[in-house]
């Protein structure tokens, strides 16, 4: 479990705070299959139930609970509308790949809602217009470029001089798309996977050999494996070089003035994002920002209080009630990474740049032609092999001179004091004992704990959260609980302990 504390409000996402845990059992025997499905959020759900639909039986494993990780912490926006990226896309790699992303991630929003309106799924649909603004009137023009750019390649989308926000200076709207309760929807799609397939919780995948998945509690022999684990944990493709993760911070606020209606994407430097959302009978604001590489800054709760300020400058906030942060992959070209691999019938879906409730979508339906021997028109966009990275060198070479500087050592204060009476209760820091870089934290009850930095990913050193409290790696975003538990990857195994 991880220890939080510090900021105003539950420190919990909306969509964890109103829906129950689940209890799927843990894989207590080892399995054969059609299809094994590595990771239990959108992505490897809406993969499962698209491919249980199709008439293939699934196993869905989940290192920990279902829909409790990356997907329990999104904004949920159902909408085409990804940031200023068509513009970008139409120069980059040409009208024709620019018009599949569009399409693919239209009809991922269509998958979505009709899935909800088929089987009736009682999880907040609201159809909304999703709004890509600014408040600097020096970037209505880039605004207007993307409207022609988004209108050109066929999507829902026209300029608009004001939005109902009243403080923006133009936006584009992309009319008919959506939100939702991720958790209420993913939670219904279980228990259809159940009725034809399994679910096991609290089984940790650890490698692909001889086409079975090793996990801790056994393996599961499959003709397709399916890795939808946020990043990749079997990484013979070296996705580390290729994906970078980066967070954003997000409040749940009630207003004393009326909530806007709409979704919205703020173009100017905060790049800031809004959605409504009802809890209990009462209207949310939910405002994120903030998209510094994940677990390179240690004073996170900065980013919270950024966005309480930019929030009160501009709504009459009565509360903050809930604040959480999430954590997504960017690529090199901006495209996800789905489809099969080099080796193996192993698939992937990954690198969703913060997009992931369309390209998850996108990603199931991709996935599920591709291992039914049918042909889908988007998947060479997507494809995980690609290699045209020339243009992207000095990107790529940037990051990961960063990762570099992250895996050589860093130099530490020595730190002269008893280590139980030297930390406070709830403090973490990184000292040296004897020479070595120790880890340590100081719980409620006094007890330390002692653990080596280097995560066991790459050997990057991992930075304290002190919001969190988790140890956090800047190189590939894995986390760990503040006793050195993994609980997000690609780490696989719990940070060493030491003695001291």
């Not at 609970?65 to 909408?79: F, G």
């Not at 959480?324 to 080099?342: A, C, E, H, M």
């Not at 340590?440 to 930075?463: L, R, W």
Request: glycine share 8%; net charge positive; hydrophobic share 35%.
């Amino acid at each position: 479990m991880v220890e939080k504390d510090g900021f105003e409000g539950k420190p919990t996402s909306v969509w964890l705070d109103t829906t129950p845990e689940t209890h799927f059992d843990a894989l207590a025997t080892d399995l054969s299959t059609d299809v094994c499905v590595v990771g239990g959020g959108i992505a490897g759900l809406m993969s499962a139930y698209l491919l249980t639909e199709a008439g293939h039986k699934v196993v869905v494993i989940e290192a920990g609970k279902i829909v409790e990780d990356v997907t329990a912490y999104t904004t949920a926006k159902i909408t085409s509308q990804h940031g200023d990226i068509y513009s970008y896309l139409i120069k980059a790699i040409g009208e024709t790949k620019a018009k599949m992303y569009a399409d693919a991630n239209q009809s991922g929003l269509r998958k979505i809602v009709s899935i909800i309106l088929d089987k009736k799924i009682d999880c907040d649909l609201v159809k909304q217009s999703s709004y890509l603004f600014t408040e600097k009137y020096r970037n209505v023009p880039m605004l207007k470029k993307e409207a022609q750019a988004a209108a050109r390649l066929g999507l829902p989308a026209s300029f608009v001089e004001s939005t109902p926000l009243g403080f923006d200076k133009g936006a584009v709207e992309f009319r008919n798309q959506a939100q939702f309760h991720p958790r209420k929807f993913l939670l219904f799609l279980a228990k259809e996977i159940v009725k034809k397939g399994s679910i096991f919780e609290n089984t940790r995948a650890l490698d692909i050999k001889d086409g079975s998945v090793i996990t801790d509690k056994g393996k599961v022999t499959a003709k397709n494996i399916v890795i939808a684990t946020h990043f990749p944990f079997f990484d013979k493709e070296r996705f580390y070089t290729k994906l970078f993760p980066h967070r954003s911070y997000v409040l749940g606020m009630r207003l004393k003035s009326e909530v806007p209606e709409g979704m919205y994407f703020n173009i100017d430097g905060n790049r800031g994002s809004m959605r409504n959302q009802i809890v209990d009978g009462k209207k949310y604001l939910l405002v994120g920002a903030g998209t510094e590489k994940a677990g390179e800054d240690a004073d996170t709760e900065k980013y919270y209080e950024n966005n309480k300020q930019y929030a009160e400058a501009r709504f009459k906030v009565d509360s903050i009630d809930y604040h959480w942060f999430t954590q997504d992959n960017r690529t090199l070209d901006r495209v996800p990474y789905i489809g099969k691999l080099s080796q193996g019938n192993i698939y992937v879906a990954t690198g969703f740049g913060g997009w992931g409730m369309t390209t998850s979508a996108v990603s199931a339906m991709i996935i599920t032609d591709l291992i039914s021997d049918k042909v889908n028109p988007w998947s060479p966009l997507f494809n995980p092999n690609r290699r045209a990275y020339v243009k992207y060198t000095k990107t790529l070479i940037g990051e990961n001179v960063k990762l570099v500087s992250h895996l050589l050592s860093r130099r530490l204060k020595r730190h002269a004091f008893d280590l139980p009476t030297g930390f406070e209760a709830g403090e973490g820091k990184i000292i040296k004992v004897k020479g070595k870089k120790v880890a340590i934290y100081k719980d409620k009850k006094g007890e330390i704990h002692a653990m080596s930095p280097k995560c066991t990913h790459m050997g990057c050193t991992v930075n304290w959260n002190g919001t969190e409290k988790t140890w956090d790696c800047p190189c590939h975003g894995s986390r760990y609980n503040y006793d050195g538990k993994v609980i997000h990857g690609p780490a696989l195994r719990d940070l060493e302990k030491e003695e001291i």
